[in-house]
């Protein structure tokens, strides 16, 4: 196969893997930026390893049967040419990231930001500890321990959700890679993630930062349902966590 062929060959196969590719379909806010972002960067990407492998290959071909090699000679156009579009590509790479780490679905909150949410929002303390979570929803009065597989977290679609993640001993990370959510759970910190319509289904979370002996067991499920569900779920946990507070006062009365 020549030079030309395979040149042709290559750029063949880059564009079918192109258009074959399945897009990452998105479940929440978060994740749609972040997948919009990565396929910016893939066509900005691929069609300069494209160059400069043609440019490679076309070197090796063309001169790998040439005993007296001539010095490179200087060439002012094209320097300038390569170094003003490698200005305009830093430039587009550096809008196109930071006009996604700014959005606040993806970097939201500071330690110790005050987070006052609408009354249609949901507001979530997720607490790493080792090896565990603690997962409260405080507006309602509802607290998780990790168990098993560990909580499981339910979140209605369609509607503005604020994580609080902390922790009570070493350094972890609260991990949804479905939903686009990554954050470090510092201990005596409390910082802020952001996520916004959601879509039903089941994903997994996890501990995304080594943090001892059974650091692989600090599992988490989040559930996300419809309104109707998710408000049925609450009243359920309202009903059982105020059942047990009950027979707890019954308990030390009678004692």
């Known amino acids: 196969m020549n030079a030309k062929r395979f040149t042709l060959a290559s750029l063949l196969s880059a564009a079918v893997l192109v258009l074959l590719a399945d897009p990452v379909a998105a479940q929440s806010t978060s994740a749609d930026l972040i997948n919009e972002l990565n396929d910016k960067l893939l066509y900005i990407a691929l069609p300069i390893t494209l160059l400069v492998e043609i440019i490679l290959i076309y070197a090796v071909l063309r001169f790998k049967d040439n005993d007296e090699p001539k010095p490179t000679k200087e060439n002012r156009r094209l320097e300038?040419?390569?170094t003003v579009a490698t200005a305009f590509i830093l430039l587009f790479v550096?809008?196109?990231?930071?006009?996604?780490?700014?959005?606040?679905n993806v970097t939201f909150g500071a330690a110790d930001e005050e987070v006052a949410p609408d009354d249609s929002d949901v507001l979530i303390q997720a607490e790493a500890y080792q090896w565990g979570w603690n997962m409260t929803?405080?507006?309602?009065d509802i607290s998780m321990e990790s168990s098993g597989e560990g909580p499981t977290i339910y979140l209605p679609e369609g509607q503005d959700v604020y994580i609080g993640v902390g922790s009570r001993d070493v350094i972890h990370a609260f991990h949804v890679p479905d939903l686009g959510l990554k954050m470090d759970a510092i201990p005596e910190e409390t910082q802020y993630l952001k996520t916004s319509d959601l879509?039903?289904?089941?994903?997994?979370?996890?501990?995304a930062e080594y943090c001892g002996l059974a650091h692989s067991n600090m599992y988490f499920t989040v559930e996300v349902v419809d309104q109707a569900e998710y408000d049925q779920w609450i009243a359920e946990q309202t009903e059982s966590e105020s059942g047990g507070e009950a027979g707890n006062e019954t308990a030390n009365a009678s004692a």
């Open 80 to 82: 300038i040419t390569w």
């Open 137 to 140: 929803y405080p507006e309602h």
């Open 94 to 104: 550096g809008v196109a990231s930071y006009g996604v780490m700014a959005d606040p």
């Open 199 to 207: 879509e039903e289904g089941t994903y997994q979370g996890y501990c």
